[in-house]
């Protein structure tokens, strides 16, 4: 009798457990959401996420000109806010931001992924797929086929990264010099 009260004890301590558990990680789910991209209470953050991942890419041996230049002239905030075509989510962890991601239907029947930055302290925790699976899901319900996006070559985290999740090189492109070579990548949407 004893030992059949002690096995109902530690099960009903390991449901805890697991209840417990379940509840938590429901709970911090909860605080992911991705929202359209709002330009009084984003821009700032976005513009300091682009160049602080950009600088970290570029800063050697390309210049802060060259820099600044591919920001501003396609890359900034303001550039993709008026681009009518091009769609940019903002993934929110709880009251912050944890990172964005910008798209547009580049040519008929492909997704292209203009700019996906995840913030340090958020990278390697699954945000960055749950933009890609989002853009996904969206470029499926327009019945897009094909997801494309283009990186540097030099950028091996986002090459792996995308890699991980399916994507594949299509074509390698060679730059001037002082400009960074990069690879097109595609994923079919089934």
Not at 60 to 77: A, C, F, G, N, T
Not at 88 to 111: D, M, N, W
Not at 158 to 185: E, G, K, W
């Amino acid at each position: 009798m004893l030992k059949i009260k002690k096995i109902k004890n530690r099960f009903l301590c390991v449901l805890i457990l697991y209840l417990f558990l379940s509840i938590t990680f429901v709970s911090a789910q909860a605080d992911i959401c991705i929202k359209d991209f709002d330009v009084e209470h984003d821009a700032a953050t976005i513009t300091t996420l682009i160049t602080a991942s950009w600088s970290e890419l570029f800063w050697q041996p390309y210049d802060k000109h060259i820099i600044d230049s591919m920001l501003i002239k396609k890359r900034s905030v303001d550039a993709q806010r008026k681009n009518k075509e091009v769609t940019i989510k903002v993934l929110h962890v709880g009251e912050r931001i944890a990172g964005f991601a910008s798209y547009l239907e580049s040519q008929p029947g492909i997704c292209h992924i203009e700019l996906l930055a995840i913030a340090k302290e958020f990278q390697g925790k699954g945000y960055g797929k749950k933009l890609v699976d989002y853009i996904c899901g969206q470029a499926k319900a327009k019945k897009l086929p094909l997801i494309e996006l283009c990186v540097y070559e030099r950028n091996k985290p986002a090459r792996d990264f995308y890699a991980h999740l399916n994507f594949t090189v299509s074509q390698r492109c060679v730059m001037p010099p002082n400009l960074p070579n990069y690879f097109i990548l595609h994923k079919k949407i089934t």
